[in-house]
C-alpha cells in the first residue's frame, strides 16, 4: 500500500495557536471560574443554611414535644427535674437545656449516659458530654470540631431565647425569653419566687411572635472576631449598656484588644447551663460584638452565625425565620432598667420585642 504525503501549508507552517492566542483563552478561562466560583459557594451555603435550618426546626419541635409531655419548656438553669433524676447530686444545678431534649431528638441513651454520668458526682463534662451530636451542629460553623487542646467537650450550634436584658449566672432570674431558670423551685425563695421554666401558656405576647431558638458561633479561644470573645476582665452588670462589649475592640475592627482563652466558649459544652453555653441575648442585633469575664459566669452573648447578612431563627411555634443583622434594636447605650424587670415592654425594639413572652408586645414579628 503506497503513502500519500500531504503537502505542507502554503510557506512551510502547520496550524497551531500562537502565544497571543493562548494567552487569551487563558484568560477567557480564568474569568469564568471566577465567575463561576462565587456561584458554587453561593450553592454550597445555601445547602449549608438550609440544613442548619431544618435543624433548628426539629430542635423546636423537641422543645414543643418536651413541653407537651412535661407542661413546661427545658430550663435554661436550675433544673428541678435533672435534680430530681440525679438524685440531687452536687452538679446537678449545672446541667443545660439541651440535655432535657437528647430523648426528644432520639438520644435517650445519651440522655441515660448524662444522668447517670451526673449522678455519680461529676459535672456535665467528661464521658458522655463530650460526644459531638450531629442535630446541634450547623454546618455552616467551622468551630464545630475543633476541640480546644484540652477542651474536649461537645459542641453546639443552637441556643435557646433568654429575652432582652444581658445578664450572667447569678442574674438569670432576669430572664424575660422562653428559656428561663428553674431556680425558685431549686432553691425556694432566691431572688424571685416567681422565677421558673417556662410553660405553653404563659407566652401571652403569641408563640409566633416569640424567639425559642437561634444560632450561636461556635468560640475558638481566640481574639479574632466573628469565633472570639472580648475578654473583660470582670464581672458584667445586667444594667451595663449592651453596647460595653464595642468598647473591647481593637484598632481596626477585626479583634478584640483581649480575648477570653479559657476553654468555656460559646457553645463549647452542650452539657452546661452557664450563659456562653445555652442562651443568647436580644440586647443587641444579631453578629453584633460579643463579651465575657474570663470565665463562664458572666457573658453578653448576641446570636451569631457565619450565614451572610444573618441570623436562622426558630419561634415558639415551631415555625422558623431568618433575621437580618440590620434588625431594629433598640439603642445599644441605653441601659436595662427596673421598668423591664417588672414587665415593661422592651427597650430593644424589634429584636427585643419578638423574645419577650409577656411584655404585651403582640406586634412583634419576623420581618
Known sequence: MSRTNHPPPAGGRRHGFTLIELLVVIAIIG????????????????ARRSSCTNKLKQLALAVLNHENTYKEFPAATHSSRIKQLTNSATFAYRVGPMVSLLPFVEELSLFDDCISHITSGNQPM?????????????????????QLGQFRWGRTSYHGSAGDIGAGTASMWLHRGAYSGDRARF???????????????????????????????????????????GQTGS???????????????????????AGVTSGYMPGVGWGFSDPPNSVFYTHLPPNAPRCANNHNWDAYMPASSYHPDGIVVAMCDGSTGFVNNAIEAGDPAIASGNGEMLGAPTKRGVWGALSTINAGEVDGKLP
Open 126 to 146: 467528661g464521658g458522655p458530654f463530650d460526644q459531638n451530636i450531629a442535630p446541634l451542629l450547623c454546618p455552616s460553623d467551622i468551630n464545630s470540631s475543633n
Open 31 to 46: 474569568v469564568l471560574v471566577g465567575l463561576l466560583l462565587p456561584a458554587v459557594q453561593q450553592a454550597r451555603e445555601g
Open 235 to 257: 464581672g458584667i452588670p445586667w444594667y451595663q449598656p449592651p453596647m460595653f462589649c464595642q468598647g473591647l475592640i481593637a484598632a481596626g475592627g477585626t479583634s478584640y484588644s
Open 187 to 229: 432553691t425556694p425563695g432566691f431572688q424571685n419566687p416567681g422565677h421558673r421554666a417556662v410553660t405553653l401558656k404563659e407566652i401571652s405576647d403569641g408563640t409566633s411572635h416569640t424567639l425559642l431558638l437561634s444560632e450561636v458561633i461556635i468560640g475558638d479561644q481566640s481574639s479574632q472576631l466573628p469565633a472570639g470573645v
